[in-house]
């Protein structure tokens, strides 16, 4: 099986600044896409950033400029460095991942548990 593990969220002041992490492990041969998403109650849950295997980024038009996303391929992690934090960005954050696990197999999608991300004065 894949592990999606999430970390670093946690409670922050409006203006302020939180880093994500999210490490996959288990049974992978390769890991191409990776991805944070959020959802808030009542919600949709809605793409923030995403990362290729080719290195190409795309972000939601509500974060750009401030959030940016990054992996360490070696380690099968992505972080998600928010900057300038608002209110409005409060939500679970969930990582998502297309994972390979051996060669020739069909890549498939994997969401971690989730971090709560509150920006709150």
């Known amino acids: 099986q894949v592990q999606l593990v999430e970390s670093g969220g946690g409670l922050v002041q409006p203006g302020g600044s939180l880093r994500l992490s999210c490490a996959a492990s288990g049974s992978i041969f390769r890991v191409n896409a990776m991805g944070w998403y959020r959802q808030v109650p009542g919600k949709q849950r809605e793409l923030v950033a995403i990362?290729?295997?080719?290195?190409?980024?795309n972000y939601a038009d509500s974060v750009k400029g401030r959030f940016t996303i990054s992996r360490d391929n070696a380690k099968n992690t992505v972080y998600l460095q928010m900057n300038s934090l608002k209110p409005e960005d409060t939500a679970v954050y969930y990582c998502?991942?297309?994972?390979?696990?051996?060669?020739?197999?069909?890549?498939?999608?994997?969401w971690g548990q989730g971090t709560q991300v509150t920006v709150s004065s």
């Open positions: 998502h991942a297309l994972v390979e696990r051996a060669p020739g197999r069909s890549p498939m999608w994997y």
């Open positions: 990362s290729t295997s080719g290195g190409s980024t």
